[in-house]
């Protein structure tokens, strides 16, 4: 006795219907992400990614020349570049002056800018359009320009404050390094302010109005409440700061023109330029990467030791 077997229709099972257009989804899904990642993974990779593998690959290079006076040819010298890195007194020294200028200029300007956040997040502010551009005003003038104003107001021959500045020599080895963090202050305070107040503009009202009944002042409710809801945008600002002092280099170059304390090598980006102009690109693509490492080796620990301080 034979069995009939159900003739097939060549119609797919109801799983594989209903699976067939879900991956239709998931590949056009993966399309449309990869239409918008792509001109931003492109620009990454042409302006980012490419020329730091190419600075890499430049400090391994080294040049020889054949006799004295023999044309110059590149060839591969491993870690030669980095010995002379490390080996440069001047390049480090002038990595710990910018360290000791962030150490004072980088907690400075933040709890300027803290301050005004608060005053423009604050009940009792009146006008706070007006002071809201005026703090953040300085931020649009370019820091060469910046430079160039303060350094005619440092200058005791130009300055429209020359009773000060005849007496107190603000461009001079003692006070240069200051008067540039000044400058870098009076620019970046109101950048680093608007970090923190869009910060405060995003805390519910609701935790005022409970701080309220609870009977808190203005000033428990800042110190209390506010300043430790916007940390993150603190510490957020503070690795900014960081990473730029390390890169100093418009207005300590512009201040060359008004000040003779200002050396080719007075911070490490103006090593680095200093040392392309000879040039010796390869010895500066190394100190480049030296730089970049001890940049952020430092942004990193201050983000672990400020992370394991808040969750203590």
């Known amino acids: 006795m034979t069995t009939m077997s159900p003739p097939t229709t060549g119609t797919a ?21 990869l239409i918008f990642v792509a001109p931003f993974g492109l620009l990454y990779a042409l302006f980012y990614a490419v020329p730091i593998g190419y600075a890499i690959y430049q400090s391994l290079l080294t040049v020889q020349r054949q006799g004295t006076f023999g044309p110059a040819t590149q060839v591969f010298g491993g870690l030669t570049q980095y010995v002379q890195v490390f ?3 001047a390049f480090w020294t002038s990595v710990g002056r910018v360290l000791v ?6 907690p400075v300007m933040l709890l300027l800018a803290l301050v005004f ?5 604050s009940p009792l502010l009146g006008g706070k359009k007006f002071f809201r551009l005026a703090f953040f005003a300085p931020y649009a003038v370019p ?10 107001l440092y200058s005791p021959s130009l300055s429209p404050f020359s009773d000060l500045t005849k007496n107190v020599d603000f461009l001079g080895a003692d006070l240069v390094l200051w008067s540039i963090a000044n400058i870098v202050t009076w620019v970046y305070v109101g950048y680093n302010m608007l970090i923190i107040y869009s910060s405060l503009l995003a805390i519910p009202q609701e935790i005022y109005e409970a701080a309220k009944l609870d009977g808190a002042n203005n000033w428990q409710v800042a110190v209390r409440i506010k300043i430790p809801l916007v940390m993150p ?3 957020l600002t503070a690795v900014f700061s960081i990473i730029g002092t390390l890169q100093l280099l418009a207005e300590p170059q512009t201040l060359r023109s008004f000040s003779t304390a200002i050396n080719s090598t007075y911070t490490p980006n103006l090593a680095v330029y200093t040392t392309a102009s000879i040039p010796n690109y390869s010895l500066a693509a ?17 983000l672990k030791l400020t992370q394991r301080r808040a969750f203590a």
């Open 233 to 235: 945008a603190i510490i």
């Open 286 to 302: 190394a100190m480049s990467v030296v730089l970049a490492l001890f940049t952020f080796v430092l942004s990193f620990v201050f």
């Open 143 to 152: 820091g060469v320009i910046a430079a160039i104003m303060w350094g005619f």
């Open 101 to 106: 200028f962030g150490v004072v200029q980088v």
């Open 13 to 33: 099972s109801p799983q594989a219907a209903r699976s067939r257009p879900s991956r239709q989804r998931g590949r056009s899904l993966w399309r449309a992400v």
């Open 87 to 89: 080996q440069d007194s």
């Open 117 to 121: 956040a608060l005053l423009l997040d």
